[in-house]
C-alpha cells in the first residue's frame, strides 16, 4: 500500500484536450474583428501559458495593433467562460483521478486557465468533486512557471516545507520548470500541448496513458 501524497495535477493538455474551444473562442473573436484566422495547430502551440500570453502570442503572429489588446481579450473571456463543446477528456483521467483518490491520495488542481473557465469544465466533465483544491490562473498575480500557484495549491493540501513531499502532473514547459522551481518531482503527460522535447525537460518520469498513472506514481512515491 503506497503512503498517501499530495498530487497536484495541470488541466489543459493533461487532464482535458481543449484546444478545439480556445481555438473556436480565438477564431470567433478574429473573425469578429476582421483580423486573419490560425489553425488549431497554432493556437495549441500558443496554450499553456494562460490568457494573456496566448493573446501575447496571436498578437505577435497576427500582428495585430497592440491597442485592440483589450478589446480582444474581452472578447475572448466572454465567449471562453463557458466553452466546453469541443473539450474532450482525455482517455483514462478521470478514471486514474478515481483510483488515486480512492487510495488516499489527496488530489489538486494548478492550471494557468482563469478560475471561471476552469470551474465550468472542472463541473461539465464530473470532475469538481475528484479535485477539493483548484488554483487558477487569476488565484494570484504569478503564474506558472513561477512557483507561487503550485505552492499555493500544495499548502491547501497540507504539502508545505522547502521540499514537500508531493508530485506535480503536467504537459508543458510551463509546468516544468514550475514543478523544478518549487522544488516537486514532475511527471510529464506526453499527449498534451509541449513544444520542446521531454529530454529538454526537468522531469521525473513520462507517461502516455492514463491508465499507466497510478502505477508510475505507486513507483514514484515509493522510490
Ligand atoms: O490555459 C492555458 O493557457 C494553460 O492551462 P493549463 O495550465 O491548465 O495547461
Ligand atoms: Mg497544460
Known amino acids: 500500500m503506497t503512503r498517501p501524497c499530495p498530487?497536484?495535477?495541470?488541466?489543459?493538455?493533461?487532464?482535458?484536450?481543449?484546444?478545439?474551444?480556445?481555438h473556436a473562442c480565438v477564431?470567433?473573436?478574429?473573425?469578429?474583428?476582421g483580423l486573419p484566422l490560425l489553425t488549431l495547430d497554432r493556437v495549441r502551440s500558443?496554450?499553456?501559458g494562460g490568457v494573456e500570453v496566448l493573446w501575447t502570442r496571436i498578437m505577435a503572429a497576427c500582428a495585430i495593433d497592440p491597442v485592440q489588446r483589450p478589446a480582444l481579450i474581452a472578447a475572448f473571456m466572454t465567449r471562453y467562460h463557458d466553452a466546453t463543446?469541443?473539450?474532450?477528456?482525455?482517455?483514462?483521467?478521470l478514471e486514474a483521478l478515481g483510483v488515486l483518490a480512492d487510495a488516499g491520495h489527496p488530489l489538486g488542481l494548478c492550471t494557468n486557465k482563469p478560475m471561471a473557465p476552469t470551474r465550468v469544465v472542472l463541473e461539465?466533465?464530473?470532475l469538481s468533486r475528484l479535485l477539493?483544491?483548484?488554483?487558477?490562473?487569476?488565484s494570484l498575480p504569478q503564474r506558472k512557471p513561477d512557483p507561487a500557484p503550485l505552492r499555493l495549491a500544495l499548502a491547501q493540501l497540507g504539502a508545505t516545507g522547502d521540499r514537500p513531499r508531493a508530485l506535480y502532473v503536467g504537459d508543458s514547459e510551463f509546468d516544468a520548470h514550475c514543478a523544478a522551481a518549487v522544488p516537486l518531482p514532475f511527471l510529464i503527460y506526453s499527449q498534451g500541448y509541449r513544444m520542446t522535447p521531454i529530454a529538454d525537460l526537468p522531469h521525473q518520469a513520462v507517461f502516455d496513458r492514463f491508465d499507466q498513472l497510478p502505477g508510475l506514481i505507486a513507483e514514484t512515491v515509493v522510490a
Open 7 to 22: 498530487i497536484v495535477f495541470d488541466l489543459d493538455g493533461t487532464l482535458i484536450d481543449s484546444a478545439p474551444d480556445i
Open 124 to 126: 461539465h466533465f464530473g
Open 46 to 48: 500558443f496554450v499553456g
Open 132 to 138: 477539493p483544491v483548484v488554483v487558477g490562473g487569476d
Open 27 to 33: 477564431n470567433a473573436v478574429l473573425r469578429e474583428h
Open 85 to 93: 463543446a469541443l473539450t474532450r477528456l482525455y482517455p483514462g483521467a
